[in-house]
């Protein structure tokens, strides 16, 4: 016969996790850039040979391969500074921006967030954090491993899908 918990002990407890976004997430990133500017340059040859000749298509082409490092190099430096600092206080997940002691000292804005799983592979997560309530703001989207976070994984995994048949203004 199984016991039931009371329900303050089946409540996720409250974490703080730093997210920093990993080496291999940002070469991905980097990559889709470069995909995305080579896909593009393609398409102004193709246009440029057919309207203007050959030699627009070359320039075309050669105009590509000299953005290419800069594109690149733009995107990995994007990239890298992006930490964040993702909250669950027992009834709600928030999100700020940068470490914990750079956010305290620049009182950086806690904003309230639905958090949607968008991947789950075990060992790794895919986050997507939503302002809540409608509030106006872009999804950032937030890769965590269980290396990263070794610690605070069972308890980040309890706090997700414990809060998942909540109302997203309660989750």
């Known amino acids: ?5 009371p329900k303050r002990q089946r409540e ?48 075309c082409q050669l105009m590509t391969l000299l953005l290419l490092p800069l594109v690149c190099w733009l995107a990995w430096r994007h990239r890298a500074r992006e930490v964040w600092q ?8 928030a999100l700020r921006a940068g470490d914990a002691r750079g956010a305290a000292l620049q009182d950086a804005v806690l904003q309230a967030v639905t958090i949607q799983v968008s ?24 890769p ?5 976070h070794p610690g605070l994984w069972r308890p980040l995994r309890w706090a997700l899908f414990s809060a998942r048949g909540l109302r997203p203004d309660a989750a």
Request: charged residues 15%; contains cysteine.
């Open 12 to 59: 996720a407890p409250a974490l703080q996790l730093e997210v920093r976004v990993p080496f291999s997430w940002r070469l991905c990133f980097v990559l889709l850039w470069a995909l995305a500017l080579c896909s593009a340059g393609a398409a102004a040859s193709a246009q440029a040979a057919d309207k203007l000749g050959p030699g627009a298509s070359t320039a």
């Open 86 to 93: 993702l909250l669950w206080d027992g009834q709600q997940w």
């Open 119 to 142: 991947l789950d592979f075990g060992d790794f997560l895919l986050l997507g954090c939503r302002p809540a309530g409608g509030a106006r703001g872009a999804t950032v989207y937030l």
């Open 1 to 5: 016969m199984s016991r039931r918990l």
């Open 144 to 148: 965590l491993s269980k290396a990263q």
